[in-house]
């Protein structure tokens, strides 16, 4: 007899497809962002902006979105982030002054963003145990590989029918799309008399030094491994934007055509839908820790590789490398703040981490323009970039579960 689909590979499907237009429709930022610099002739540290306090907005709100994933389940918060995302990229084809883009990607589409990660993410940790890491990165590869498709798109869009009208097509699809989608995702097994991994119902949950039961909100900032697992991903987040605003602009100051640079955006997507699923895999076999020090290294790298690169087949080789080790990081990073802290209150740990990284997020995109429109070059900026993971590679080394687990 067949056994029947465990409902939780269900929800990681819906995920799958919420990241996908989410993650997609954020990547093609480089592509609407060189538009409107060619129209508006704005500084690119100005506009960077908007994507800074994107970011932050993005990164802040994330502890309201995980609250209210863990009170009113994925289902309502992904509906309304669709509603947030949507409309916010639908508005932006109005604009017409640098401070809309700041209202309406900085603040309502940002807002919409912060209801997709964190409620998938969160939501995937409560139905999975043994399977978490490989869980986790199977729905985490649909935002990888709308970042591989969606710019080349954006660009075709732009090219034909006006950045205008491409913002209105990305934001009707993604309103419809996530309200859609959304009616697929379920809080956790127990809801619909199951038990992680597809185990019995009653079934005793193993440890294999995860958390075996879960920390609250104040519990947790109260023990010194949650401060270290921050400190582990603010300096990380310091640097991971600056390549979806710059990249683009970067190659094409190396006289990259501008089709050929949107694809080095799909380039990293798809090196990154690698880096989730095998490195999210391979972390439930050989743990969380060692996996993700593989990731910062290989990231660090990258970064240098940008700094050094002065031809496209140069660019595509730094841009794979960033793109697997983004995957990698940024799956690993809900899946080990489960296994530290337990799954029942991960929306809100997971949101209050992004909530408390933001100001650093945002710091990078502006920082990286400021140094261009300074330096003439992003040289430095790339270099920083490096350094930064070299940081976080070095306070991982300190990062263990709580005492008591």
Do not use: K
């Amino acid at each position: 007899m067949t056994r029947p689909l465990f409902y939780g590979w269900v929800v990681v499907g819906g995920a799958f497809v919420v990241l996908f237009l989410a993650y997609g429709a954020q990547y093609a930022f480089g592509v609407f962002f060189a538009a409107l610099l060619d129209e508006f002739g704005w500084s690119r540290a100005s506009l960077a902006g908007a994507f800074s306090l994107y970011a932050f907005t993005y990164s802040g709100c994330g502890v309201l979105a995980g609250r209210l994933t863990d009170r009113l389940g994925p289902r309502a918060v992904i509906a309304l982030g669709g509603g947030f995302l949507g409309l916010g990229l639908m508005a932006m084809s109005q604009v017409t002054a640098l401070w809309q883009p700041f209202v309406l990607y900085g603040g309502v589409a940002a807002l919409g963003m912060s209801t997709a990660y964190v409620p998938c993410t969160a939501t995937i940790v409560r139905w999975f145990v043994d399977r978490r890491g490989l869980a986790v990165g199977i729905a985490s590869a649909g935002g990888s590989l709308g970042t591989f498709a969606l710019p080349p798109v954006a660009h075709l869009l732009v090219t034909t029918v006006g950045w205008r009208w491409a913002y209105v097509i990305f934001g009707g699809v993604i309103l419809v799309a996530l309200n859609l989608v959304a009616v697929v995702m379920r809080r956790d097994p127990e809801a619909l008399g199951l038990a992680p991994d597809g185990r019995p119902p009653g079934a005793p949950t193993p440890g294999g030094g995860r958390a075996t039961r879960g920390y609250a909100v104040s519990e947790a900032a109260r023990t010194g491994a949650f401060w270290m697992v921050w400190a582990v991903f603010a300096a990380t987040w310091i640097p991971v934007f600056v390549p979806l605003v710059h990249l683009v602009p970067f190659a094409r100051d190396l006289g990259v055509p501008a089709l050929w640079a949107a694809t080095l955006v799909s380039a990293l997507g798809i090196a990154a839908v690698a880096g989730r699923v095998i490195m999210g895999g391979l972390s439930d076999r050989i743990g969380r820790r060692g996996t993700l020090a593989a990731g910062l290294v290989l990231q660090a790298v990258a970064f240098a590789g940008f700094s050094t690169a002065r031809t496209l087949p140069a660019l595509y080789a730094a841009a794979v490398l960033f793109g697997f080790s983004y995957g990698t990081i940024s799956t690993l990073f809900p899946a080990l703040v489960s296994d530290f802290f337990g799954r029942e209150h991960s929306g809100s740990l997971v949101g209050l981490l992004f909530a408390l990284a933001a100001p650093v997020a945002a710091a990078g995109p502006v920082g990286a323009g400021w140094i261009y429109d300074h330096t003439g070059s992003y040289g430095l900026a790339w270099w920083l970039a490096a350094g930064c993971n070299l940081l976080a590679l070095a306070l991982l080394a300190f990062a263990r579960p709580p005492a008591t687990t």
